[in-house]
């Protein structure tokens, strides 16, 4: 029998069902909060009134943070046990307290329960949570894990927390396909995103490289790669901001454009220690980022 603490010190407790707050941890609630903001974006882009859809609201935002979201943290700790393990040894699949394969159990039980609510709210946003998994699998999976390129690993995590579920947040309001000028922004928000993601392997780049993931900071080094990263989340705010003032938002276009210039005065402190300051610039300059989001999603509902 395991003695207490030992799940700490990375002895598995063989045949043990995991405590709760150690599978609410395997499910990161802290990394809930980017799609639920993105869906929130979505949810605002429709120009829905609230009080009309408000149910719908609910099971959305649980179906994009605790749900999907969750669910795609425990698919990735799943089979990224191995690399945890030299990065982030407490982790609770390689610190043993998610013991045998109860990682994998919760990760597919994740995905059904997500599809069933899914199917309840409307057939295109079961479509959408289908792609969203869809990603979340084939990120991790060893074959074709998007996670081991540079360039397509963020692609797919940008579009998933950023773009799918701003889309969904809208389709569920208006029960069908969005606006073609919500489209829009979903789309240049989550190229824009892919920078995000790349400043989010800088904290695994030991880890990666011993395990042969080909990141950016792993393939580029953390300077150049912190540049892409600067490069692609600021190149797509221009579109949106000209594309908010051809719509008649320049209050709107204002707020995005200043958001950028603002964004361009911490990515200049952050290219200067970019693996140090990659936590700094989270709290900064992605935080600007996501901001520009709202206002450009709160621009364009005002005109639905």
Not at 152 to 176: D, I, N, Q, R, S
Request: charged share 10%; aromatic share 8%; glycine share 12%.
């Amino acid at each position: 029998m395991a003695r207490a603490g030992d799940a700490g010190l990375g002895v598995v407790r063989r045949g043990a069902v995991p405590r709760p707050r150690d599978v609410l941890e395997l499910l990161k609630p802290v990394t809930w909060f980017p799609p639920m903001w993105a869906f929130m974006c979505g949810v605002l882009s429709s120009g829905v009134p609230l009080a009309e859809r408000w149910p719908f609201l609910v099971a959305g935002v649980l179906l994009a943070g605790p749900l999907v979201c969750g669910t795609s943290q425990a698919i990735n700790d799943w089979f990224d046990r191995e690399v945890d393990a030299i990065n982030e040894p407490g982790r609770p699949i390689p610190s043993g307290r998610i013991p045998g394969r109860w990682g994998l159990w919760i990760a597919i039980a994740g995905s059904f329960v997500s599809l069933a609510v899914a199917a309840l709210i409307a057939p295109v946003v079961l479509a959408a949570t289908c792609l969203g998994l869809l990603l979340a699998w084939i990120y991790s999976t060893p074959w074709p894990r998007l996670k081991a390129s540079g360039l397509w690993g963020p692609a797919a995590c940008g579009f998933a927390y950023e773009g799918l579920t701003w889309f969904t947040g809208a389709a569920v309001m208006v029960g069908g396909m969005p606006d073609s000028k919500v489209l829009l922004l979903v789309l240049l928000w989550s190229l824009g995103a892919h920078g995000i993601m790349v400043l989010n392997d800088f904290k695994a780049i030991e880890g990666d490289r011993q395990m042969g993931l080909r990141t950016l900071p792993v393939m580029l080094g953390p300077a150049r790669a912190a540049r892409v990263a600067c490069l692609t989340m600021a190149v797509p705010q221009v579109p949106v901001t000209l594309l908010l003032w051809s719509w008649g938002l320049p209050v709107h276009a204002a707020l995005v454009g200043g958001g950028l210039l603002l964004q361009l005065a911490f990515m200049r402190r952050l290219l200067a220690d970019p693996a140090g300051r990659a936590p700094w610039y989270n709290g900064t300059g992605i935080m600007t980022y996501v901001l520009g989001m709202l206002v450009s999603a709160i621009g364009v509902g005002s005109l639905a």
